[in-house]
């Protein structure tokens, strides 16, 4: 019997794309379709961007939707609230989350985080190499040791997140500097994973390593239920025998 394949809603602000050569030559048909086209396994890729009505994320979209990957860098401040509101509630209901790059700054990610989720970086066309310090995990399930990419914006810390479950790659840069890439999280029912690489002007999301991390992070990121637990009064699940009173 067949499983029943995943829906994925890939987000991005679509904004670079639209206002620089540069970009738009790195990613022609948006940043958005490069990842949904990255992706392997049994996938259903829908696409939302900013400009789309209610960013592309109504009530039905996410409610159909059992991973959303997000990717926003510029424009952080107009997405709506109500919109990150209803994202921060499906995670919680179960939704899978992945946060790519600059989405560290998004408000879906601050939200759920509760930090700044501020740190350092650096534009300087710097060799990268992401090292896996979890082998066991399927997020890096047919990955080396490492990951090298020949040049890349630098992130590095101290990087302001709350203490991750898991710690899945560790990046080192030319520059000298390293940063926590790969994190897991857990809010709610909902799992969430933050991945590091992918800077507008860099072809990274067709790497063939990064699509394999971004493509097992959905499958690990899968809602596991779809049962939310019940909160509020409650009728007790025993017969409450009437106490004496002396």
Same mark, same amino acid.
Request: hydrophobic content about 35%.
């Given at each position: *019997?067949?499983?029943?394949?995943?829906?994925?809603?890939?987000?991005?602000?679509?904004?670079?794309?639209?206002?620089?050569? $540069?970009?738009?030559?790195?990613?022609?048909?948006? &940043?958005?379709?490069? &990842?949904?086209?990255?992706?392997?396994?049994?996938?259903?890729?829908?696409?939302?961007?900013?400009?789309?009505?209610?960013?592309?994320?109504?009530? !039905?979209?996410?409610?159909?939707?059992?991973?959303?990957?997000?990717?926003?860098?510029?424009?952080?401040?107009?997405?709506?609230?109500?919109?990150?509101?209803?994202?921060?509630?499906?995670?919680?209901?179960? *939704?899978?989350?992945?946060?790519?790059?600059?989405?560290?700054?998004?408000?879906?990610?601050?939200?759920?985080?509760?930090?700044?989720?501020?740190?350092?970086?650096?534009?300087?066309?710097?060799? !990268?190499?992401?090292?896996?310090?979890?082998?066991?995990?399927? $997020?890096? !399930?047919? &990955?080396?040791?490492? &990951?090298?990419?020949?040049?890349?914006? *630098?992130?590095?810390?101290?990087?302001?997140?709350?203490?991750?479950?898991?710690?899945?790659?560790?990046?080192?840069?030319?520059?000298?500097?390293?940063?926590?890439?790969?994190?897991?999280?857990?809010?709610?029912?909902?799992?969430?994973?933050?991945?590091?690489?992918?800077?507008?002007?860099?072809?990274?999301?067709?790497?063939?390593?990064?699509?394999?991390? $971004?493509?097992?992070?959905?499958?690990?990121?899968?809602?596991?239920?779809?049962?939310?637990?019940?909160?509020?009064?409650?009728?007790?699940?025993?017969?409450?025998?009437?106490?004496?009173?002396?």
């Amino acid at each position: *019997m067949m499983s029943k394949p995943l829906n994925v809603t890939v987000w991005n602000e679509h904004r670079h794309e639209k206002e620089s050569e $540069i970009v738009r030559a790195a990613y022609p048909d948006g &940043i958005h379709t490069a &990842i949904g086209e990255g992706l392997s396994g049994s996938v259903q890729v829908t696409y939302a961007t900013l400009d789309d009505p209610e960013h592309g994320l109504s009530e !039905e979209v996410l409610n159909n939707t059992d991973v959303l990957i997000w990717w926003g860098h510029k424009a952080h401040g107009e997405v709506q609230d109500e919109i990150v509101a209803r994202v921060q509630k499906r995670v919680w209901a179960g *939704m899978g989350l992945i946060v790519l790059h600059s989405g560290h700054f998004s408000k879906v990610f601050k939200t759920l985080m509760g930090t700044s989720c501020d740190l350092k970086w650096r534009e300087a066309d710097e060799k !990268e190499r992401l090292w896996v310090v979890a082998p066991g995990h399927p $997020i890096v !399930e047919g &990955i080396g040791e490492y &990951i090298d990419l020949e040049a890349e914006e *630098m992130y590095g810390e101290h990087f302001d997140i709350p203490q991750p479950d898991e710690l899945i790659m560790v990046s080192w840069f030319e520059g000298g500097e390293v940063f926590r890439s790969g994190c897991t999280f857990h809010r709610g029912n909902g799992k969430i994973f933050y991945f590091r690489p992918g800077h507008e002007t860099y072809r990274t999301y067709y790497n063939e390593q990064i699509r394999r991390v $971004i493509s097992n992070a959905v499958q690990w990121a899968a809602p596991s239920t779809r049962e939310y637990p019940k909160y509020g009064n409650h009728k007790p699940l025993e017969e409450i025998k009437a106490k004496v009173k002396a």
